[in-house]
């Protein structure tokens, strides 16, 4: 199945590793074959991941973008969900790592990258109140 992928003006995008930049106007292209694709708001520079839950997110994010990188960083990825799992208590939030976990397990890691975002909202939630 194709995928069409529509880019704001400027709007970067990762494809298999590869970074494209949109050029002044809005633009629409189909990918038509199974590749690995990131919109500029899904990426995370590693400096950005300052919370457990994003922590959590670059590793898988580094796995789905390129697979070179699998094994080097899967246990930085189980070092950081143990941590995560072991701080908290929330039934739901344990549950969709668990979910996570399976989805990473399968080689499925941009759904695993949408439970990281989920997880990254809780901990907002959460930690919201929190000055």
Partial sequence: MALKLTLKPG?????NGAVIVNGDRRS??????QAR????GDIMQPGEATTPASRIYLPVM???????????????YE???T??????????AL?????LAAHVANGDYYKAMSLCR???????TRLSHVA
């Fill in 28 to 33: 629409s292209f189909v990918i038509e074959n």
């Fill in 95 to 99: 549950n969709m790592c668990a979910a």
């Fill in 83 to 92: 941590e995560f799992t072991g701080a908290i208590s929330n039934v739901e």
């Fill in 79 to 81: 070092k950081r969900l």
């Fill in 118 to 124: 989920k997880l990254i909202d809780f901990e907002e």
């Fill in 37 to 40: 694709v990131l919109r500029e």
């Fill in 11 to 15: 709007e970067r995008a990762a494809i």
């Fill in 62 to 76: 580094m796995m789905y973008l390129d697979p070179s990188m699998r094994a080097g960083m899967q246990a930085e």
